[in-house]
């Protein structure tokens, strides 16, 4: 009776309950939720969207266990979204991507906790017109973060893209 008593003891104090790695970085992440604009550079430039704003809303949903990000930019007839989540002890993402496909990440802090980024895992769907490959969200301040996300071109050739977005909401 005393070694379950132990157990149960154990299991109830605070270290017990201590937070892994992702999920302190997906409580940060989740602090980003509100409205952000900016303006969208890429490298090699892509001229259709080299220069253009942006617009991101992020959402916390499904019970505080997804992080719902979305983009628009000018001259885009719709946006892709992104989730980013928790699988078991592993922070995830997955981009509904424009290119009709389903890439999924897994994000890593830096050791600041300043940086989290995602590497690419695998994709559902077809790859005719490449896949995101990347994303790196940078935490500035309060009001502002960046974004930086890899888009793999058909052949292997990446385009970066980077906003620098500021809190609107």
């Not at 942006?54 to 949903?61: F, G």
């Not at 993402?93 to 940086?115: F, I, Q, W």
């Not at 995101?132 to 990446?158: I, L, Q």
Request: charged share 25%.
């Amino acid at each position: 009776m005393k070694s379950l008593f132990a157990v149960l003891l154990m299991l109830t104090t605070p270290a017990a309950f201590a937070q892994s790695d992702a999920q302190k970085s997906f409580d940060k992440l989740k602090t980003l939720a509100g409205s952000w604009e900016g303006t969208m550079t890429t490298d090699p430039k892509v001229p259709d969207v080299d220069g253009t704003p942006a617009r991101v809303t992020l959402r916390v949903t499904s019970m505080g266990h997804v992080l719902m990000h979305e983009m628009v930019g000018d001259g885009r007839p719709d946006d892709p979204i992104t989730m980013l989540y928790l699988d078991d002890d592993r922070l995830a993402l997955t981009h509904y991507c424009d290119a009709g496909n389903r890439p999924r990440m897994a994000g890593e802090v830096s050791p600041d906790g300043k940086r989290v980024s995602f590497q690419f895992t695998d994709v559902a769907g077809p790859m005719e017109y490449g896949h995101m490959h990347g994303a790196v969200f940078t935490f500035v301040d309060a009001s502002r973060h960046t974004e930086e996300w890899t888009f793999m071109m058909p052949g292997g050739k990446a385009v970066r893209a980077r906003v620098e977005l500021h809190r609107t909401k």
